[in-house]
């Protein structure tokens, strides 16, 4: 037991471990890098990674799961790859678990950090690791010794390799006729084994060599036996065959034998077997295609007949199952199938079954999952119909807070496929709740896809769609809504999802690139050119014409949005493809950096000027953040104007500029965005259920209050125990 000194980890992680509810477990272990950051690197050594590893035995699967993933995250925070021991020592403990997919991660962590290391440190730090896994007694230690083998064996000395090669698998390098007379009988033993570990173990083995044989030889020397694996009395057996029965080639021959392991599995008593099968959907469906295409040409009518009398059935039965995992794991891929099915059989079999499931489905994370998955739908699907799906989701007041930021996904897929009334009449109200949700993080993160919807239907919509929600932010009597109107200028003149395009060479240079080849296409973008360079003398002598807007000591803090988005953050900047300050022809009318320099002389500017003489600090400090993004803006469009080839462009149209300036003031004049009198879906005013704030900002405050904990820790190591104790109890 450690002393009352270490509260670190007794006021922390103690508590949270020995708490008998899974949640609070893995939310502590996700915390993991975030705490190890604010102690020094011999604490997290001597003190943290002791802890957990005495915690190990007594975490639940899904502790052990999250932590594997975890551990490989700390490797700079012990110290580097002087210390990656430590770590490794404690993945070789998750990676000889039980259940699979606590060993999988581990490995896989295990493989993560070995990227990073020297030919002299796998020797070092694997090798000993791999020695006495593989003289333990436990068979599962052992098959995982085989892993690492695998990882390491190329970067080992000679001498080493020598050691470690009669243990590799080499199965793909041995004959065909040596594999029927020596490793099928192996196999067919395997499978009969006295110990399901073995059994389980005969599925890899068995797939290993239908790899190496042809349709027939599968029908012949394997087939009866994975039929008896897929019935087997053990559920860890079946379930490794639930996982891996899409790897054995599916051809006329094998096909119906085939597909009736893969039903066997669907319609198991079993659910972690009908999860698998869940799982596996996609990549069975795709064999199942594959063995059409090899019998002929004209393969499409004949495939989609026997996928909707066949498999279509079983799909029918997962999203019926009493099981929430079942349906889960089935909503992980089952939008993927409009890839293997065409357009006329994915609409009439499989989006009917979609919208339906979406729509009555109760289990928020299916719902969560199929939103964040709409990117999966092929083109042709109409995926309007699921408009009516997401805005069913906002207003359900008992569904996860994390449910409804991710639907910020959903707004993208939609939005791409979708024209700007479609937006307008389906999707602005739903995205109208997010902004008000009770939930800081979701409207944190709710304006980060404002600059796409500009960008994909144009500033003129925005101002008289999107642009007038935010500006009423500015007046709430709630000092945490008037932050919305300054994270939406924030947004527009910095998306944190700007797809920046790596074709400059100068990466510094993206507002008026475009305009180089753009001016000599048309006469209208030179014109443009020029409104953007006097809009933006206009709003430098706005800045400057109130002195009570003084520049802030520092920058933006993009930590805070990290903090709050979460992995939503990294989904939408992996599906955000668009180069935001890009300008092309279809722009002539419409550009973005014109419109958002008219706004911001137009709207925003005075709108800051306003909330600066807010009393409150938060809204004064956000204020001046705000104020310092939008100099750093006008600076650097002023930097790009400096130019030669812009100011020669501009001695061009010199003689125009009288009537350009005309042009511009009257658009300021005529520029006007309209008043809302309330957002009327405020879901604080709307809420019947009074108890619905406690259960959903609950999650959201035990994350800020860790967070909290970690700061005050990190600065005074004078924090004490029971205080710690008091934050996280209370």
Known sequence: ??????????????????????????????????????????????????????????????????????????????????????????????????????????????????????????????????????????????????????????????????????????????DKEHLKSEFVPIFDNLAKDNQDSVRTLAVD????????????????????????????ESRRVRQKVARKIHKIQISEKTRDEIVNIFRRCVRDDEAEVRVFAAENLYNFTLNFLESYKQQQESYEDIFEKNFVEVITPEICMLLRDVNDNIRVALSTNILSLGAVLR???????????????????????????????????????????????????????????????????????????????????????????????PIYAIRRTAPLILPVLVKQFGMTWAKNSLIPIFVHFSTDHRYLFRGMTLFAIEELISPTLDNESDDSDDRNV????????????????????VKIVKLNNKLDEELKSDDSLEEPDGGVNYNELKFYAEDTLVNLKKEQKLVIFSTGLDEINDCYLEGVLLMLVKVFVKVVKDLSAAPIKNVEERVRRTLRSIKIFSKEIQKEVEQEWVQAALQEVSEENSKIEEEIEKKLKKEQVKEIEKIGCDMAEISEEKGMFEETIEAEYRVILCYIVNIIYSSSGHFSRSRCHFFLSN
């Open 343 to 437: 357009n006329e059989c994915f609409n009439a079999n499989i989006l009917p079954l979609i919208i339906d499931a979406l729509e009555n489905e109760e289990c928020m994370l299916f719902k969560e999952n199929m939103l964040m998955n709409l990117n999966s739908l092929p083109m042709y699907a109409d995926i309007t119909k699921f408009s009516k799906s997401i805005s069913n989701v906002i207003r359900n007041s008992h569904l996860d807070w994390r449910t409804r930021r991710n639907l910020l996904l959903a707004f993208m897929y939609i939005t791409k496929r979708t024209p700007s009334e479609y937006f307008d009449e389906n999707l602005k109200l739903s995205y109208q709740f997010l902004l008000t949700d």
């Open 205 to 232: 083995v068995g797939i290993a060599i239908a790899r190496k044989f042809k349709d027939f030889e599968i029908y012949n020397f394997l087939l009866t036996t994975f039929r008896q694996l897929g019935e087997d």
């Open 1 to 174: 037991m450690y002393e009352a000194n270490h509260n670190f980890e007794q006021g922390i992680f103690k508590e949270a471990f020995l708490n008998e509810d899974v949640s609070v477990q893995v939310n502590a272990i996700k915390s993991l890098p975030l705490f190890a950051s604010a102690i020094d690197e011999e604490k997290t050594r001597d003190e943290l990674i002791p802890c957990l590893a005495n915690r190990i035995y007594a975490m639940s699967n899904e502790s052990c799961f999250n932590l594997a993933e975890q551990l490989e995250r700390l490797v700079p925070l012990v110290g580097g790859n002087d210390y990656v021991g430590i770590l490794l020592n404690m993945l070789v403990k998750l990676a000889c678990e039980g259940e699979v997919l606590v060993r999988e991660r581990a490995l896989e962590s295990m493989r993560n950090i070995c990227e990073n290391l020297e030919n002299e440190e796998y020797e070092k730090f694997f090798y000993p690791l791999i020695e006495n896994m593989i003289t333990s007694n436990g068979l599962t230690t052992k098959c995982s010794a085989g892993y690492l083998i695998n990882i390491c064996y190329a970067k080992m000395s000679l001498d080493k390799q020598t050691k470690l090669k009669s243990l590799v698998d080499f199965v793909h390098l041995i």
């Open 510 to 529: 993206k507002f008026l690139a475009d305009f180089k080849n753009l001016i000599e296409e048309s006469k209208v973008f030179l014109e443009t050119l």
